[in-house]
């Protein structure tokens, strides 16, 4: 097998120069990221877990979602799985697309799944269900733990049109997560960011042993990353 070879820009590399090797605060990780050489777009800034938990058991999955204080600077395409009667409510609260048997039967026919979040009232995912090979790969299948099934679609709709984001673990026990853009002011990262670690450390699970947080990092889309020290 040929050696996969990692090339990085000069932009990276001079960017290396100045990372942090040791965990350091919240506070000092965000001037550390925000003095790295800028791009010409606005990066978003993600949150990187390492978790202290066996992702092959069952009960030691974590997934949720939930609002961030200052959001992370984008809205989501959001469509919604619901009886007729709502469907003005869902689209009115910013779907793209809202019905139910009928936009089934479009996702199923065209593969369409241009959008970020499915929503769904309850008594859709029986139909919903049929959708499984198409939205779960990508991850977009509509889960009551995420909150992503509920009866009240409009303001599950309105809630991530706005950016309200979702989180789960992959099979390395590792969480990513946006928690803002690069142009936010630093109190509004602190804030996301105490959010984030506060909702993830709640999510425990009851069988992990040992430290839970094994290492917790920041970075932008095209920067190193900075180890936080939490606990």
Do not use: W
């Amino acid at each position: 097998m040929p050696q996969v070879v990692e090339r990085r820009s000069k932009r990276f590399k001079k960017a290396q120069e100045k990372a942090i090797t040791e965990p350091v605060s919240v506070d000092q990780a965000i001037d550390a990221v925000k003095a790295f050489p800028p791009t010409k777009f606005d990066q978003s800034v993600e949150l990187i877990f390492s978790l202290g938990i066996d992702a092959k058991q069952a009960d030691q999955m974590i997934r949720g979602s939930m609002s961030l204080p200052h959001g992370i600077g984008k809205t989501k395409r959001v469509i919604a799985f619901c009886p007729d009667h709502l469907v003005t409510a869902a689209l009115n609260a910013g779907a793209i697309k809202a019905g139910g048997q009928s936009l089934v039967e479009e996702i199923e026919k065209n593969n369409f799944t241009d959008f970020d979040v499915a929503i769904s009232t309850p008594d859709q995912m029986r139909f919903v269900g049929r959708l499984g090979k198409v939205l779960g790969p990508k991850g977009l299948m509509p889960s009551p733990k995420a909150g992503t099934v509920t009866p009240d679609i409009g303001n599950a709709v309105k809630e991530y049109a706005a950016g309200k984001i979702e989180y789960r673990n992959d099979t390395g026990g590792n969480i990513h997560s946006v928690v803002g853009k690069m142009s936010f002011d630093k109190p509004k990262l602190v804030d996301n960011i105490n959010a984030m670690v506060a909702q993830i450390r709640k999510a425990k699970p009851m069988t992990s042993k040992g430290a839970f947080f094994k290492k917790v990092v920041i970075k932008g889309t095209m920067t190193p990353a900075v180890q936080l020290n939490v606990q």
